[in-house]
């Protein structure tokens, strides 16, 4: 693709890296992929500091990735929980090629650490890139960037 056909300004990677692409924000993800959901929870099993934990996940609910949930133990004063919303569902792929690439070339000794299974059948899960007609690709050599035409 010729790079003065390309508008660089609109790239979808920059902008979904500004919401996500530091490593807390996708940390917290993978957590929130694995059922947490209290600030204290996600402090303790990420050990990250406070105040960037506050920031990201600040930042997660301000892009619609998370929502705060109010929840008040029995006795207790009340407090919020983060749940994913769709836009934070629709991140799983993304978190799942990540795992599948570390788990690939730095897995030690070729072990990786989690394996995710299909909840229905107990197969082990893949990622697959697929195009529109159902063809699975192998890799990005068959795939080609084509720039979109503006409408109108």
């Known amino acids: 693709m010729s790079e003065a056909v390309w508008d660089r300004s609109r790239c979808s990677v920059a902008g979904t ?13 993978r957590e929130a992929f694995l059922g947490v959901r209290r600030f204290a929870d996600f402090q ?6 406070r105040a960037v934990l506050s920031d990201r996940l600040a930042t997660l609910v301000a892009q ?26 629709d991140l799983h792929p993304a978190l799942v090629a990540l795992m599948e690439w570390g788990d690939r070339y730095l897995a030690e000794d ?13 197969e082990p899960v893949h990622l697959a890139l697929v ?17 979109r035409v503006p409408a109108g």
């Open 17 to 29: 890296l500004a919401v996500v692409g530091e490593k807390w924000s996708l940390l917290v993800l």
């Open 44 to 49: 303790r099993v990420l050990g990250a500091p």
């Open 131 to 147: 195009c529109a007609a159902g063809h699975e690709l192998a890799g990005a050599r068959e795939v080609r960037a084509v720039p």
């Open 110 to 122: 070729g072990e990786a650490p989690l394996e995710l299974r299909h909840r229905d059948c107990g």
């Open 64 to 89: 619609g990735v998370l929502q705060r949930v109010p929840y008040q133990a029995e006795g207790e004063r009340q407090r919020h929980e983060y749940r994913l919303t769709q836009k934070g569902i």
